[in-house]
């Protein structure tokens, strides 16, 4: 018995010459195939982006939102100021995360925005201009003299206080080249002539950009400095030294760079 490929008209059929009926199947399967093979790359390239989309990097809070909310609360405004965390929420990507916190004897809320550094670490500011009225209420100094302008001064900071959440580094390949930035920060102006003393090294997840935490003498918290890489395996910035007063003295700025072996 013998099969056909259609009875369609312009199909594989037996009213055909032979060669007719093969050119005929050829044309239609070969067609038939490039549809497939549209869709089949249509479906791939949903689900690649879909797999994109998936695995792209959350923050470093992502599964960590209990410590997230302990470390917040040891913060200034909690501890100092009585402030309460009334709620935390992260974006997305957890790279933002939005902290409302509820302000003891008032009605209003007030809510700051955390944002992820690149470092595992989210950063931000709490500003109470209450604070700020009430300590600028006490100075008796006379307007516009030195004493009145350092009064001034320490009444905007009462009411300004930094939150900094951070989280374990993690060791990745950019870590091989740790004790080389160390060996060559070493010898940098900062350490060698100002007195600081490295007390972490952090990458980013892109290995661009090196943070460089610092204990200076004397000073209340540490210092720190960003390196960023120039696209020729060398990393630097400016570092500008404070005063005895905690004022920044840019005409002493000093570049430091720190240069990385080929590969």
């Known amino acids: 018995m013998k099969s056909k490929c259609s009875s369609a008209p312009g199909s594989c059929s037996d009213n055909t010459p032979k060669w007719v009926d093969i050119q005929t199947c050829i044309i239609t399967c070969s067609a038939f195939t490039f549809m497939n093979t549209k869709t089949a790359l249509g479906i791939l390239a949903v689900l690649t982006l879909l797999v994109g ?5 959350r923050g470093p809070a992502y599964g960590h939102e209990q410590e997230f909310r302990r470390q ?4 200034a405004p909690v501890k100092d100021w009585g402030y ?6 992260f974006s997305a990507d957890y790279h933002k995360a939005l902290v409302v916190f509820a302000m003891p004897d008032a009605t209003n809320v007030t809510e700051v925005v955390l944002e ?3 470092f595992r670490r989210y950063k931000g500011f709490v500003t109470d201009w209450d604070r700020m009225k009430r300590a600028k209420a006490t100075i008796t100094t006379r307007s516009g003299s030195p004493a009145w302008e350092k009064s001034s001064i320490a009444a905007i900071m009462s ?6 959440v951070t989280f374990p580094n993690i060791r990745a390949p950019a870590y091989r080249h740790e004790q080389q930035f160390r060996r060559q920060l070493t010898n940098s102006v ?9 007390q972490e090294i952090r990458f980013s997840g892109d290995f661009h950009k090196a ?13 720190e400095f960003t390196l960023e890489d120039d696209g020729f395996r060398r990393f630097s910035c400016l570092v500008t030294p404070y005063d005895a007063e905690n004022n920044l003295q840019f ?3 000093e570049r430091v760079t720190v240069i990385l072996p080929d590969k």
């Open 72 to 75: 917040v609360g040891a913060c």
């Open 159 to 164: 009411g300004k206080a930094s939150i900094c």
């Open 211 to 223: 943070l460089v935490l610092c204990l200076e003498p004397g000073a209340a918290e540490a210092r």
């Open 251 to 253: 005409k002493s700025a």
């Open 190 to 198: 900062p350490v060698k002539d100002w007195g600081y003393k490295i």
């Open 53 to 57: 989309c998936a695995t792209r990097s």
């Open 116 to 118: 992820d550094d690149g």
């Open 84 to 89: 309460k965390i009334q709620d935390a929420r």
